[in-house]
């Protein structure tokens, strides 16, 4: 017969020590491991899967014994049933599968306000044989709903201690930190709290003999009871390997010698861990009733009511959503004006030449796109943690599920959706909020259909250039508003579908119920939401800004070699030939003005040079007040030097133009200028030639590219943006050799569409990259999106054309 366990007292010598935080989502972990740490933090992966890995490090030190701690804050979890990744994670982090080894204590953290549910997976845990501290988190709350908990009967019948803590505010934690210490110097296991009737206690028992004997594996009480109860979960295919044939038979005639039904077991463990845990609730609590309904109930009466929680949640996610656009631009466009300002000395203290484009246009553009989006992804991500701290984010996801149900995906794929029309990256980085994989990836892989801020440029100066400004419904709205408002809706008609596709073929699977539990509303605590603004924004750059950086340079490469020495040469001698044009012109004026001077002798007069220097600019026009007080004041030297200023700004007009051309040449004949004449005839059905397939391809990088593309193509220079009248005069005077137009306005439209589908921004396909933990779910977003935007673009511009547009 199976005997009950009994403590089990170890020393442990060491003054390093190891600590495995577990407990139920939403009930504080990540605030309780973020008022432990601080910011001594580091993520990583667990070994072969997705799943991330947080540690942490804090120091506690009691009567002398001082330990330097290191925290694991492992997924949350409802059991250790091991029904999915991070539960079996969870059972290998406590059995010491991983390189840290088994850890020397649990902190078991549970909400005091809502204790019965916790205990299911408490009652687990002591079956782990390992010292066990429990936390009850929200203490404040339980008291707040009239529930009195007696924490020295609960400390007794649990075996092991208990601390009450409000880890938002800070509270409990010295003596937690000190019943850390106490546990470490004394450590105990607690005898494990369910016992099984005595038929499945004898199979427990031989089972774990013959794994102990045959097989040479020791586990513990928990694996053995999941290795009985769940038969074909993560902990089985994970010992597949030790298992043979014997165990097979031996297997197959255990259930049956002692008479068990499988069944019966998935339905009496429940019974017996609930039965224990109502029977230790009201052992240890006291539940004192309310005169009124808690204000909680009434709040969710509003928030979860079909009409009117979706008009608080729209005006919520409007918010946000705003939010993200009005205050990230200010500080976006800052950022973009400091690493042009950085690239522009840059270039003064470095040569022209190859190894100045590659640190401007290659190393400080890289790191420039990756800092460029960092407003974005801190302000979203603090909008994110202020809703799920508070509570609301649970409430918006319930709300949402009815919508996204029927493409096969849940309510929690809603807000990093919408937090995508801002821009994928962070939308992507919301999705660890999703808990099943499935749903997870399916989001992740739509998240960048939504029209982000970078298509922006694209949709302004295509429609602002060839869409007409016609106003439909007696001037209520304009074709060019309705144009614009129809490329943000194409993404989420398409996204849907594309969602229902994935989970029926790629990601094919039963779609999990949504069942949900609605956290206790809070106040946010800021330092929770100060530590995932830096964790995002931390785990932003260093991963996925290295992928970034990487392209970017590799995309320079393509744009900038091979370099043609015979260009250079030729613009070389046209810049000689107009100096020298220059140089003549100004010796004309010099003999009109003053015919006894040489230029040697007036460029070294003082007072010439003087007026000369402090001339307004731009230029006054002849006619104006100024240039006839200047005039009256100096006489002809002011008209020499009106003249020769007018000439030298013509002459840098003049060189400037030179240099886009000879920039626009060199593009045309780098690799990326080749591929997009060699693929020029691949885009002409969408109504494309070779400059707009170039400019297409350039902006894979990032959407907005193409602008600046645009701009050196058509000798305008790379900083002209969507606002520039010069380049949408020259797209719309740019003509084929038979006179037709380039651009129209189907034209236009076939761009924006391709756009619109296409994944063309390789800091989403770094992010996805980070976030699946494999290439393999990036190249597929960018195969099927290219592959979406390419037959819709075609539809679009054939469709048109056939209609007679």
């Known amino acids: 017969m199976a005997k009950r366990g009994i403590f089990v007292s170890v020393s442990i010598t060491k003054k390093e020590a190891y600590i495995a935080l577990i407990g139920n989502p939403n009930v504080g972990k990540t605030t309780l491991f973020n008022a432990l740490t601080g910011l001594q933090q580091k993520t990583g992966n667990f070994a072969?899967?997705?799943?991330?890995?947080k540690f942490g490090k804090f120091t506690v030190e009691d009567k002398g014994s001082k330990y330097h701690c290191q925290i694991l804050d492992l997924p949350g979890t409802y059991s250790l049933s091991a029904s999915a990744p991070d539960e079996m994670i969870a059972i290998d982090s406590l059995m010491g599968r991983w390189q840290e080894g088994r850890p020397d204590l649990i902190l078991a953290i549970v909400d005091a306000s809502n204790l019965e549910r916790n205990l299911y997976l408490i009652s687990q845990l002591l079956e782990c044989h390992l010292p066990l501290i429990l936390a009850l988190n929200m203490y404040d709350l339980a008291q707040k709903k009239g529930i009195e908990i007696h924490l020295e009967t609960l400390a007794q019948t649990l075996h092991c201690p208990v601390v009450p803590v409000v880890a938002n505010k800070r509270k409990g934690l010295e003596k937690l930190r000190n019943t850390i210490v106490q546990t470490?110097?004394?450590?105990?296991?607690?005898?494990?709290?369910?016992?099984f009737p005595e038929n499945i206690e004898n199979a427990l028992s031989e089972l774990d003999e013959y794994l102990q004997q045959n097989l040479n594996c020791k586990l513990s009480r928990a694996e053995i009871v999941r290795l009985l109860i769940d038969p074909d979960s993560y902990l089985k295919q994970r010992l597949e390997q030790q298992l043979d044939e014997d165990f097979q038979k031996f297997w197959e005639n255990l259930l049956p010698k002692y008479q068990i039904q499988p069944e019966e077991l998935l339905t009496l463990e429940p019974e017996l861990r609930y039965q224990w845990a109502q029977n230790l609730i009201s052992q240890c609590t006291q539940i004192h009733p309310q005169t009124h309904p808690p204000l909680s109930e009434k709040v969710d009466k509003i928030l979860t009511?079909?009409?009117?929680?979706?008009?608080?949640?729209?005006?919520?996610?409007?918010?946000?959503?705003?939010?993200?656009?009005?205050?990230?631009?200010?500080?976006m466009d800052w950022l973009d004006a400091q690493i042009s300002l950085l690239s522009s000395w840059i270039s003064t203290l470095l040569p022209s030449g190859p190894l100045q484009s590659l640190i401007v246009d290659g190393v400080i553009a890289g790191i420039g796109s990756v800092i460029v989006f960092l407003p974005q992804i801190v302000i979203l991500f603090m909008f994110i943690s202020i809703l799920e701290d508070c509570g609301y984010m649970a409430r918006a996801a319930f709300l949402m599920d009815k919508l996204m149900s029927w493409a096969g995906i849940s309510g929690h794929s809603f807000v990093p959706m919408?937090?995508?029309f801002a821009c994928a990256v962070p939308g992507i980085m919301a999705t660890r909020t999703i808990e099943n994989r499935r749903d997870r990836f399916t989001t992740i892989l739509i998240a960048p259909l939504m029209s982000c801020s970078a298509r922006l440029p694209v949709y302004v100066i295509m429609i602002a250039t060839f869409i007409p400004p016609i106003y439909l419904w007696n001037g209520w709205i304009s074709l060019q508003s309705l144009t614009l408002f129809a490329m943000y809706l194409l993404g989420i008609c398409v996204a849907l579908p594309v969602a229902w596709v994935l989970k029926k073929t790629l990601l094919k699977g039963k779609t999990p119920p949504f069942i949900m539990e609605m956290p206790s509303y809070k106040i946010p605590d800021y330092r929770t939401v100060g530590m995932q603004m830096y964790k995002s924004a931390k785990s932003f750059l260093l991963r996925a800004g290295s992928i970034i950086l990487a392209m970017s340079v590799l995309i320079w490469a393509c744009t900038y070699f091979p370099r043609s020495s015979q260009i250079d040469q030729l613009y070389h001698q046209k810049q000689i030939q107009l100096k020298q044009k220059f140089h003549t012109q100004r010796k004309q004026l010099l003999k009109h003005h003053f015919p006894h001077l040489s230029l040697q002798q007036i460029q070294t007069n003082p007072t010439f040079t003087n007026l000369y220097q402090q001339l307004p600019q731009p230029l006054p026009?002849?006619?104006?007040?100024?240039?006839?007080?200047?005039?009256?004041?100096?006489?002809?030297?002011?008209?020499?030097?009106?003249?020769?200023?007018?000439?030298e700004n013509k002459y840098n007009q003049k060189i400037k133009e030179?240099?886009?051309?000879?920039?626009a040449a060199h593009l045309k004949n780098s690799f990326l200028g080749r591929a997009g004449q060699f693929l020029a005839p691949a885009f002409q059905p969408l109504g494309w030639d070779w400059k707009i397939t170039m400019a297409t391809l350039a902006s894979f990088p990032a959407r907005e590219v193409i602008i600046s593309t645009l701009g050196i193509i058509y000798q305008l220079g790379a900083d002209v943006d969507e606002g520039s009248q010069n380049l949408r005069q020259a797209m719309q005077n740019d003509r084929y050799p038979n006179g037709k137009p380039v651009f129209s306005a189907l034209v236009a439209?076939?761009?924006?569409?391709?756009?619109?589908?296409?994944?063309?921004?390789?800091a989403t396909l770094a992010i996805i990259t980070k976030e699946t933990g494999s290439f393999y779910w990036a190249a597929l977003a960018f195969v099927y999106m290219t592959t979406l935007a390419y037959l819709a673009a075609?539809?679009?511009?054939?469709?048109?054309?056939?209609w007679g547009f």
């Open 418 to 420: 919408l937090s995508s």
């Open 749 to 762: 439209l076939s761009i924006m569409v391709f756009f619109a589908l296409c994944c063309q921004c390789m």
């Open 658 to 663: 030179l240099e886009n051309q000879k920039n």
């Open 305 to 331: 009511h079909p009409f009117w929680g979706l008009g608080v949640f729209l005006i919520v996610m409007g918010l946000v959503f705003q939010s993200i656009f009005q205050w990230a631009t200010p500080l």
């Open 794 to 802: 075609l539809v679009v511009y054939q469709g048109g054309t056939l």
């Open 48 to 53: 072969g899967v997705t799943v991330e890995k």
């Open 621 to 647: 026009p002849k006619n104006s007040t100024t240039y006839q007080t200047l005039l009256n004041q100096h006489g002809p030297t002011f008209s020499l030097a009106y003249e020769f200023k007018q000439l």
């Open 184 to 195: 470490l110097q004394s450590p105990s296991s607690p005898p494990y709290s369910i016992r």
